[in-house]
């Protein structure tokens, strides 16, 4: 007899498109979800230290977000903008309230891909110019623009990209791409997005993750968006931020973008903000949105019931000051494992804001993704669930719910530790020739 997750692979490679992978050699089944735990088929409880891709921030199966979501369910489960529901208004007013500064107009999606390409879309037409930039290492989606903007390899599937993308390079000092130093390097990665401004004359927009999810928790150095938005306003052209991964509460402040003293001319969100009800949203200033009048909708984008959750998970941030948590478990964590990994020659970096934290595995610059694999599986035997990001697949994430207890955390570095303590100083897989 199959187990249960033999004919879930069994089933997923008969009738899945084979793109989609799953982590972990033996899989769990996972079956049930509270808070920051998930369970498995067996009973088996993890703590969920990827939240879902940092889609659970306020924990899975919140009663206080899931509750008026199913009340929604009953009173009114979808209507489109064709008619006047209220949820999707009040959201909007809540949620441009939250943000602050000249953001106050919203277009709501389904997801983080549709709420770049409307980003994309709306600095078109704002600028009237057609070319954009993206950094190496970045990831905004899987439509056809979306993946010509991501810079990294493995998300890259489509063989004909669209034209008039440019990547710039990616502000990740610890491996400076342009082989300089932070201090005397001039904010050369800036300079180089100038060049590509001149050289093609006509770019409607840069997009940015403030901190880089999928390319390795990279967090750009202190000034870099600020020089960044002012060289791009110089040339006409606009900042889009996308924080559909760093965004509500993970970094320690409630937006990313809000560690540096820019405001986005278009922020985009998703993820979190429906904390596992699919919605997303591109959000910006009523002039920039001035020049969107054409006919526009999204069936079921900011329908009543995503709404009706985000505006609940916008209540359960604020009431259980989600950011403020995230910014001092996050320290925590953080000098944790710079304390677990000091001396290992296997780890290159701990770095991250929050509760968004990577720990790079490479020696002598060369990445470890075997080992990363390894310390995964053995964590998910152990009952936690880390994430894996990196250009080299080589950096572990820890992204748990901004619900965790310090006790969770505490139990993760333990038995973080002890495997640590088994790799050799080469990083070899331990039990591996
Ligand atoms: C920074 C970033 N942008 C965009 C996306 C795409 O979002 P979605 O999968 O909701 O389309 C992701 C997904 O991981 C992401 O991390």
Redesign the pocket.
Known sequence: MPTLAEELIGLKQRHMVPCLYHFYRQPPVIVRGEMQYLFDAEGRRYLDAYAG??VMNAGHCNPAIIEPAIAQIRRLQHTTTIYLAEPIYRLAERLTALIGGGIDRVFFV???????EGALLLSRLFTGRTGFIHLNG?????TAL?MGLTGLAMWRTDPAPPPRLFQAPCPHCAHCELGLRFGSCGYACVEAVRAILREQGDIAALIA?PI???GGIVVPPEGYFERLQAVLHEAGALLIA?????GFGRTGRRFAFQHSAIEPDIL?L??ALGNGF?I?AFCTSARIAACYTRPGASTTGGNPVSAAAALAVLDYHDEHRLAERAADLGAWLRERLEALTAGRPFVAEVRGRGLMIGLELALDGRPLPALADWLLEEMKNRGFLIGKTGRGREVLAFMPPLVVERADLEGLCAALGELLDRVPPDGAVPGEP
Not at 110 to 116: D, K
Not at 138 to 142: E, V
Not at 242 to 246: F, G, M, T
Request: hydrophobic residues 20%; charged residues 20%; glycine residues 14%.
């Open positions: 891709v940092t389904n997801s983080g891909t549709e709420a770049n970045a990831l905004h989606g899987r979306t993750e880089q999810g999928n996308d924080e559909v991964q760093c985009t998703a993820k699919p997303g």
